[in-house]
Every structure is written in structure tokens, then in C-alpha cells.
């Protein structure tokens, strides 16, 4: 794709340093964790958001705090860029680097630290998956909640840096509701810990801050977060729609009524019939929009709120409604659900789109989604979570083809734009990395921006850490 996207000009007095940056790296860690060949760099040259890629300076691959911190210290010194990642599953941009940056994967510190039943938390090094928690504490009867889709591959500390959130999130909370404590080294190579066990702690949340601050305050090394005791039994149902709109109003209803489900997700007709072609999830083909829409709890709590949802569906004119009859149809509802992404990729090039909105908004905004994307000549696919107002269109595309790839992206912002118009906000979990960041500017004015650059300055005043992401580039302070 091309557009406004860009990084920061490279740190020439860096680039001139490489070959004794690269030596003096690999000093400070073991020899396997170090990369600097350029073949085999490849791999981080780009994340989830494909569309950009640069190789990095190198990729240090440490496995402990104090071999974090000895990087840290010595690119801190030098004033060598650090660009952390987890599994590179960013859909914005997140975790793409500069040529000028070191790349600091943490994928290789994969410890369960402790799994603690008796204060429901799990501690984790950064670079375990989300799953991975969950597998863990489950033959105890436990889980942790947040379960973004690509569960399987991100990390704690990717989730923690984008704040994810997931299809349970509704009831749960996304990462920072759940994130209880951290380990994290700072940009000159201080090991801090925010944070720990008990519910709150004095003084400035800290904690809150550092969730969602895309990489720009710090490594997170080592995070400890809360288990959730499974329920008696939980149970995903399909409600069909004629229209996306009634959809969206129906979904506003269910929560304005106080009602609480633990997820309310929304798919339109074309991500029906992609996801179903995948997954044969059993979703119903002559409907124009799905909610599967999960409960939990006893059999007593499951049915008088499926009674209370399929009363306001009915007002909705709904006209499918069907329960899962076991764990089998169960697990191929979320399948479907949680492969939409892959799915999609089967069948088009796409953008994923990250935007929330006020529930009451839904129906508009998804209206005029389609409206926005059809005006440039291209198709969508909607699939979200609707609970949370979380929308996600799937701006399907040809990327062989510059035209239609600038088009994608035009329709993109101005659908980011609309949800900020909305009263909603430019992300809902993906972050804002390279993608949305020149977008802030629609979503802030300067002073509001000046005053978020002042918070990440106490942290970090040399625009070391992932310096290219969050923050429009014309307008910051010079370093
Ligand atoms: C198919 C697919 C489905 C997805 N579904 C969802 C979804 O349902 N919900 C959702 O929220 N997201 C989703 N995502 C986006 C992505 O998976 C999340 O943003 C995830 O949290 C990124 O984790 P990661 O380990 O891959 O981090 P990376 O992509 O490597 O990094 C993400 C950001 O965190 C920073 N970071 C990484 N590790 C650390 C660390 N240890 N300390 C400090 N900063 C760090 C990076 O600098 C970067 O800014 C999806 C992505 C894909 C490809």
C-alpha cells in the first residue's frame, strides 16, 4: 500500500555504527540470540499490517530480564532505537521496524512463572501466548479471559502493549481489566515492577498507563494476571437477521436492558458466507446479519437470559434462532468465528479496520460503512465485536493493484474518521502503530497531543522506544 505512512528518517550516526553495534550486541547475549544476517532478518521485517516492511538494524532474542536490561542499557547509551515485539500479529503497525532499530523479541521467554490458585493469578514472562495461560491454569478449572483471536500466536507482552481484547471481552474486560502487574525495564536498563497481586495499588496507576502504550515506556519482561474461574456451563446461540441495522439496533437493546452476556459478536452476510465456506459452522445462509451472542452460568441463570435476549431479538424481527446442542457445536460457532480473519484471506486481499462507536451508533455506522466502501468501488465484509461497539470491516481488495490498494486505504481512513464523528474512537484493540497515526489528529487537537508526548517523554525524552508509531511525525518535540 503507499499513502502518508512512513517512519522517521533513520539515525544516520546509527546506521554508520552498525557493524560495532551488531558486535557489542552480541557481547551482551548468548549466541544464538542475536540475528544480523539480512536473510535472516526477513521475518521481522513486517507484522500482521503486511503492507509495509523495513529490515532492522538486528534482532536480539534475549530469555531474561537482565539480558533485556543489558540491551536497553547499552542502546540507551548510544542512542540506538529499540522496537519490542511479541509474535509480530500487530494489525496496525505496531511492531514493524526501522532500519535504524534493534528489534527486541521477546517470543523466546516463554516461562509460567507461577500459576497461584489461591490468589486467582497467573505470572507469566512476556513472550508466553495468551492460550498458552489459559491450557495452563484450565485442568485447574481456570482461564484467562481477554482472547483476541490470534490467541494461539500473540504474546502477553504484545497484548499488553495493544491492550487486546477478544470475544469474551464483554464481560471480562479487555487486557488492562485483567492485568493485575508487570515487570518492566526501562529505556536506560532499570528494572521496574509496576503494580502485583492485590487488587489496587497507591499512587498513579501506572499499570493503566503502560497498558496500550504500544511499546514507548518500556519492555515489558514479565506480567502478572488474573484467573477466572470457569462457569457451571456456557452456551453460544445464533440469532439471524434480515439486515445488519436490525442487528446493530438489537445489540444496543441487549445491553441498554442491563443484560450482560459474555460476548455479543456480529457477522454481515459476506462474512457469513465466508466464514461458513471455511469453518461449516452451521451459520444459517438466508440471513442478512448474525449475532452469536454467548451465555454462561447454571442451566436456571443460561435460560431465564436467553429468554430475556430472545424477547428483544423478537422486537427486532428476528428470524433464526439457535442453540448450540453441545461442546462439538459450540467449539465450530467460535471456530468459525475466531478463523474470520484467515477465512477472508482465502478469498481476497484485505484490510482489517479497527474502530469503536457508542452501541446506540451501531446500525449508522455500519450503514455507512457500506455506503463509504461501496463509493469506491470495493466490497467489506463485517465481522466485530458487537458488544463492545468494537467494529472491524474487512475492506477486501487487490493488492497487485496500486489503484485498488490506495482506494482500500482511502476507504479505511475515512471509515476510522466516521467513527471518531460517531463519537467513538480511532481503536478499539488493535492500537494505533503506523496505521491510525495520522489519524490522531482527527481524534485530538495538538495540545491534547503535546500532552500525551509529555507523559511518554518522562519515559523515554530520546524517542528511543518504537519512535515511529503512535505520534504523527511532524509536530513532535525534537529529541
Ligand atoms: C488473525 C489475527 C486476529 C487478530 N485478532 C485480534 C483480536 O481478536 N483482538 C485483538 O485485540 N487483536 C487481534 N489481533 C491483533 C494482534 O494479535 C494483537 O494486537 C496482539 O496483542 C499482538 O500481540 P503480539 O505478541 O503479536 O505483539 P506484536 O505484534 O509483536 O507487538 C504489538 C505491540 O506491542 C509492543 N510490544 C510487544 N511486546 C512487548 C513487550 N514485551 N513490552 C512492551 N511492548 C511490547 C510492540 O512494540 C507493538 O507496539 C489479531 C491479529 C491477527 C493477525
Avoid at 509474535?87 to 521496524?97: E, N, V
Avoid at 474486560?173 to 485483567?178: A, K, M, R
Avoid at 497515526?437 to 519515559?459: E, G, I
Amino acid at each position: 500500500m503507499s499513502g502518508s505512512i512512513g517512519f522517521l528518517e533513520p539515525r544516520a550516526d546509527v546506521l554508520s555504527r552498525r557493524k560495532a553495534i551488531v558486535e557489542d550486541l552480541a557481547d551482551l547475549l548468548p549466541p544464538d540470540a542475536l540475528i544480523a544476517e539480512p536473510r535472516r532478518l526477513v521475518p521481522f521485517e513486517t507484522d500482521g499490517f503486511i503492507s509495509y516492511r523495513r529490515l532492522p538494524l538486528a534482532v536480539a532474542l534475549p530469555r531474561t530480564t537482565a539480558e533485556v536490561a543489558a540491551v536497553m542499557k547499552y542502546c540507551h547509551r548510544y542512542g540506538v532505537p529499540v522496537v519490542p515485539r511479541g509474535a509480530g500479529t500487530s494489525l496496525s503497525g505496531g511492531a514493524i521496524p526501522q532500519e535504524d532499530a534493534v528489534v527486541l523479541c521477546l517470543s523466546a521467554m516463554t516461562r509460567i512463572v507461577e500459576l497461584d490458585y489461591a490468589n486467582r493469578t497467573a505470572t507469566v514472562e512476556a513472550g508466553v501466548t495468551n492460550l498458552a495461560i489459559s491450557e495452563a491454569a484450565g485442568p485447574e478449572g481456570y482461564f484467562y479471559a481477554p482472547d483476541p483471536s490470534s490467541q494461539l500466536a500473540c504474546t502477553i507482552g504484545g497484548n499488553i502493549g495493544m491492550n487486546s481484547g477478544g470475544a469474551h471481552c464483554l464481560k471480562y474486560g479487555v487486557t488492562t481489566n485483567n492485568l493485575l502487574g508487570v515487570k518492566m525495564v526501562l529505556v536506560d536498563g532499570t528494572v521496574i515492577e509496576l503494580g502485583g497481586k492485590a487488587l489496587d495499588a497507591p499512587g498513579l496507576d501506572l499499570l493503566g498507563l503502560v497498558c496500550g502504550s504500544e511499546g514507548q515506556l518500556g519492555i515489558v519482561t514479565e506480567a502478572t494476571v488474573r484467573l477466572i474461574a470457569r462457569p457451571e456451563g456456557a452456551r453460544p446461540v445464533l440469532f439471524g437477521f434480515d439486515t445488519s441495522e436490525a442487528a446493530g439496533a438489537c445489540v444496543a437493546d441487549i445491553i441498554g436492558s442491563g443484560i450482560v452476556p459474555v460476548a455479543i459478536e456480529f457477522m454481515d452476510k459476506p462474512a457469513i458466507e465466508i466464514c461458513e465456506a471455511f469453518a461449516h459452522a452451521g451459520y444459517p445462509l438466508d440471513v442478512g446479519a448474525l449475532l452469536i451472542v454467548e451465555v454462561e452460568g447454571s442451566e436456571e441463570d443460561m435460560a431465564a437470559m436467553l429468554a430475556s435476549i430472545v424477547g428483544i431479538a423478537r422486537r427486532h424481527g428476528v428470524k433464526v434462532v439457535r442453540e448450540s446442542q453441545s461442546a462439538m457445536e459450540a467449539a465450530a460457532i467460535w471456530k468459525g468465528r475466531k478463523s474470520a480473519f484467515g477465512a477472508t484471506g482465502r478469498i481476497a486481499d484485505y484490510i482489517c479496520m479497527d474502530g469503536t462507536v457508542p452501541l446506540g451508533q451501531l446500525s449508522h455506522v455500519l450503514k455507512r460503512t457500506g455506503e463509504i466502501v461501496e463509493g469506491y468501488g470495493l466490497r467489506v465484509a463485517n465481522v466485530f465485536h458487537a458488544g463492545d461497539g468494537n467494529m472491524h470491516p474487512l475492506i477486501l481488495y487487490d493488492a497487485n493493484d496500486p489503484e485498488d490498494a490506495a482506494k482500500a486505504e482511502a476507504a479505511g481512513m475515512d471509515i476510522l474518521r466516521l467513527c471518531v464523528d460517531a463519537g467513538g474512537c480511532l481503536t478499539g484493540e488493535h492500537g494505533v502503530g503506523i496505521e491510525k497515526r495520522d489519524l490522531m489528529r482527527h481524534q485530538y487537537s495538538q495540545a491534547d497531543l503535546n500532552q500525551q508526548m509529555a507523559v511518554r517523554a518522562a519515559f523515554d525524552s530520546g524517542w528511543l522506544l518504537n519512535p515511529s508509531k503512535v505520534f504523527p511525525l511532524e509536530g513532535r518535540p525534537r529529541p
